[in-house]
């Protein structure tokens, strides 16, 4: 199992940027694949991004696509979340997540380590 710790969340406004960053303990980082996933209020948790072990693949979900750039440093154990032109819509909580599949995936049951989360919260 590895440790995931998130940080960088904030209040900004519509428009703004915000880089967020998860944290890996262990020494096995480079054998996951990385997720960022958020939860808006009254929603269910959702994809955001994943990036493959060495990091040369990405993936996004269609609404953050050309505004959020997920990538990975292996040694330095961390994945940063890129995101430009925030909208209120993507207020919620930011989830960084880890998984063991061999390849990149979008679903959360493929995910079996999972941070506690970093609060976005855009204004209009």
């Known amino acids: 199992q590895v440790q995931l710790v998130e940080s960088g969340g904030g209040l900004v406004q519509a428009g703004d940027s915000l880089r967020l960053s998860c944290e890996a303990s262990g020494r096995t980082f480079s054998y996951y694949v990385m997720g960022w996933f958020r939860q808006a209020p009254g929603k269910e948790r959702e994809f955001v991004a994943a990036?493959?072990?060495?990091?040369?693949?990405?993936y996004y979900a269609d609404s953050v696509k050309g505004r959020f750039t997920i990538s990975r440093d292996n040694a330095k154990n961390t994945v940063p979340l890129q995101m430009n032109s925030l909208k209120p819509e993507d207020t919620a909580v930011y989830y960084c997540?880890?998984?063991?599949?061999?390849?990149?995936?979008?679903?959360?049951?493929?995910?079996?380590?999972w941070g506690q989360g970093t609060q976005v919260t855009v204004s209009s």
């Open positions: 990036v493959s072990r060495s990091g040369s693949s990405t």
């Open positions: 997540a880890a998984s063991r599949a061999a390849v990149l995936s979008r679903t959360i049951a493929d995910f079996g380590s």
